[in-house]
């Protein structure tokens, strides 16, 4: 049933509930900077609030207006997205505060269709940047909005596929307060993530179940439909630390692969596990002639990305002549804390035992730590 009544009764219900229930707070609702808008809107791109609320602050104070943006050292904008992941946002926003501070000198563009024309910028960022700092009526559409939207009006076509997002971009689009847009994309977007939850919604004191589809036809645990799974591969990256004195060799990720832009140690990547007289073999085929002291490999390392799983082990080297691999420079310990590192090497970096030897040029002891294959 989506007769307009239905519809108004759930543009009614969900307006009052905003101005009198709704005490969700996040530092840029009612931010009208759309130089703000958009870095929240970049840094919450596939991250949750909790975890990039703390990234939108530590940005906004180190570059409070895009001009401070663009003229920053990209390095230096790379290591503070560390940990973030999905770092190609990173890079479009590098690209994209340039662009406006250069081309557009420093004017953020204020139509729906100019702010799409941004590198990194998709519908639904266009549709919440121009609404909430311009007030144009556009209907921001996220899981939230998918989520309750598929719930109130009973959608059953799958919202992952072409026809289901169609649905519900049209239906969004219609429902959208055309004085009050930026209020109204606020108020869907927090009711999907206080009240209509992905998991335990909180129906019994739900402002709109009265007219809920999912809820008068128990229905709600089976909405939205995904017809989509998503299907990881497993890659094996084992990083060798080769240290030489108060050095150690880094290069920075150029091929248009994960981690674009973020340093790393030697790799070698390999399709299936790697046990010890493995990875001794790949070690002499990278230095060659050097002679070298294995001091230590870790236990094995994991880190889940949307269509990856990357599986792999940390082994540190000692040697006394530089290696020289191309692409590869050697760095001091005051150079590699500024460096971006993914998820994965940042992760073993900040393990304390690892932090105060990496440099501990009178080692001696080799790990006897197992190779593992999980």
Request: aromatic residues 12%.
């Amino acid at each position: 049933m989506k007769s307009q009544t239905h519809k108004e009764f759930f543009k009614k219900k969900l307006l009052a509930w905003n101005q009198n229930e709704n005490s969700r707070e996040m530092p840029w609702k009612g931010e009208k900077d759309p130089y703000k808008i958009w870095l929240s809107e970049i840094i919450l791109q596939q991250t949750r609030v909790d975890q990039g609320l703390a990234y939108f602050q530590r940005f906004v104070s180190a570059f409070p207006t895009i001009a401070h943006l663009a003229e920053a050292p990209e390095t230096s904008v790379f290591k503070m997205w560390e940990g973030l992941g999905y770092y190609s946002r990173c890079k479009n926003l590098i690209a994209t505060a340039k662009f406006v501070h250069a081309q557009l000198s420093g004017k953020f563009p204020a139509t729906y269709d100019q702010i799409l024309l941004l590198k990194g910028v998709g519908p639904y960022t266009a549709a919440a940047i121009a609404s909430f700092a311009f007030n144009l009526p556009h209907a921001v559409v996220d899981g939230n909005v998918f989520r309750v939207l598929a719930r109130y009006f009973g959608i059953d076509t799958p919202i992952d596929s072409t026809l289901g997002k169609k649905l519900v971009t049209d239906l969004a689009q219609e429902l959208v307060d055309k004085k009050f847009p930026g209020i109204y994309n606020q108020a869907i977007m927090d009711f999907g993530a206080v009240i209509c939850k992905p998991q335990i919604p909180l129906c019994p004191v739900c402002v709109l179940k009265e007219n809920c589809l999912a809820f008068q036809e128990n229905l709600v645990a089976q909405l939205p439909v995904k017809e989509k799974s998503i299907v990881r591969r497993t890659r094996w990256f084992y990083y060798f630390i080769i240290e030489t004195g108060a050095q150690v060799q880094v290069r920075k990720r150029v091929n248009g692969d994960i981690w674009e832009n973020l340093y790393e140690f030697v790799l070698h990547e390999s399709p299936s596990p790697l046990d010890d007289h493995q990875l001794i073999e790949h070690l002499d085929t990278i230095l060659g002639d050097v002679d070298f002291e294995l001091v230590s490999v870790s236990g094995g390392h994991k880190q889940l990305l949307t269509h990856q799983t990357i599986k792999g082990q940390f082994i540190r080297v000692k040697t006394n002549v530089l290696p020289h691999l191309p692409n590869h420079i050697f760095v001091s310990p005051e150079t590699l804390q500024t460096l971006p590192f993914p998820k994965f090497i940042s992760n073993f970096l900040k393990d304390k035992n690892v932090s105060l030897n990496l440099f501990n040029t009178n080692r001696n002891q080799q790990s006897t730590d197992l190779i593992t294959t999980t």
